[in-house]
């Protein structure tokens, strides 16, 4: 093994290096993954564009790969050999306080960025910190005890592996936070990788209708929503969503509403408001809006509206995750439109933002391949 690894280290917004960086030195307690697929998705975007923690980062916060090397510590901790293929949460929790206790990693002050400067997460913590490599768009990434691995079953590839964090973030939010299950009635909006991970979820817990909202612009993704199982979709620029979801569900309004749209204001809010039903629907939304001026608190009270809140994933959600992956029944693989080699980040995060095709729904960068062996595939 070489002593140094390329990585892409983020040096400031919308700039990326391409660096020779020191091979991190491995004790008892800690390991070294050699990645496989580092995917990338609208989080990246966001973070490239305005950087949230300053220094130089290497992104990357949707990891798999293989265990090149582990001490003997970690690998009794995490019960991992050299050779097994894993997928890394990007948190990187204390382990000890309630929430790393029930598997909510990602409530745990350690690994909270917004209210602990000195947390540690994947594809956020600065390299100048100890152990260096602490993103996925580098060739190898460093591993610390805390780390939270899931062993990837057989027969899942990387790549398809790589499509965890997107499928347990649906899983989570539509299923576990949400609560949607047997013969509800679900209006996802956005046919992202996020919305599409969701039509998975309420497809696999028994909704009896699943509708998708999207643009002109979303035509392929909401045909691979029908595909993956949504029963009606809707180009909110082609028709009055709302009508068509009364009309829909014979003038009775959906049960869940479930927010995948990413900076499109507050009318997609508005529009859940409005489409779920007469009383006790659920509005799941993501924090995407800084403000909401004149928010319909009293349509919502009148209603009875429930308002939970879209943050993350649960360790059992990515266990789900890779048990949904691992049974086939959905053509996953369909989600992982675009790879692009070490060297084309910024244009594989760029194209991922619209500044190219219209068709990407995930992208899956494969630090260890070259250009040219990726167009190969």
């Given amino acids: 093994m070489t002593e140094t690894v390329r990585a892409a280290i983020r040096t400031a917004p919308r700039t990326t290096e391409i660096r020779e960086l020191p091979m991190p030195d491995i004790g008892d307690s800690d390991a070294l993954m050699r990645v496989e ?3 990338i998705c609208g989080t990246d975007v966001k973070l490239y564009d305005n950087p949230v923690i300053g220094g130089p980062v290497i992104m ?3 990891n ?9 510590g970690f690998s009794r901790l995490h019960g991992v050999a050299v050779g097994d293929r894993v997928f890394v949460e990007h948190y990187v929790g204390c382990y000890h306080c309630e929430w790393c206790r029930i598997g909510e990693f990602r409530h745990c002050e350690a690994t909270d960025w917004r209210t602990n400067p000195d947390a540690r997460r ?5 390299s100048t910190n100890p152990g260096t490599l602490w993103g996925g768009f580098a060739e190898y990434m460093y591993l610390p005890w805390n780390a939270v691995l899931h062993k990837v079953p057989d027969g899942v590839t990387a790549e398809l592996a790589g499509l965890v964090t997107p499928l347990s ?5 539509a299923l576990l936070a949400a609560g949607v299950g047997y013969s509800d009635t679900v209006l996802i909006q956005g046919p992202g990788q996020q919305g599409l991970a969701q039509v998975v979820a309420t497809k696999q817990a028994g909704a009896s209708r699943i509708i998708v909202t999207g643009t002109t612009r979303d035509k392929a993704r909401l045909e691979l929503a029908l595909e993956l199982g949504a029963d ?3 180009d909110i620029l082609e028709e009055d969503p709302l009508a068509r979801i009364l009309a829909l569900t014979g003038g009775r309004g959906v049960d869940f509403v479930l927010d995948c749209t990413s900076r499109a204001g507050v009318a997609p809010v508005l529009l859940g408001v409005d489409a779920l039903k007469r009383r006790e629907g659920v509005l799941l939304i993501q924090g995407e809006l800084a403000a909401f001026p004149d928010f319909p608190v009293k349509k919502i009270t009148e209603k009875a509206i429930t308002i939970k809140s879209a943050r993350g994933h649960s360790y059992r ?3 789900l995750a890779l048990e949904q992956l691992a049974s086939g029944r959905f053509p ?3 989600l992982a439109t675009h790879r692009f080699a070490l060297d084309d980040v910024d244009l594989a995060i760029r194209t991922l933002g619209g500044e190219g095709a219209d068709d990407v729904i995930h992208i899956s960068l494969l630090p260890g391949m070259t250009r040219e062996q990726i167009e190969a595939l």
């Fill in 332 to 334: 996953l693989h369909k």
């Fill in 317 to 319: 959600a990515c266990e």
């Fill in 169 to 173: 973030n649906g899983i989570e939010w």
């Fill in 122 to 126: 994947f594809g956020y913590t600065p």
């Fill in 64 to 72: 798999v790969g293989v265990i090149e090397r582990a001490g003997a």
């Fill in 37 to 39: 697929v580092a995917g």
């Fill in 60 to 62: 990357g916060h949707e």
């Fill in 232 to 234: 009606h979709v809707i």
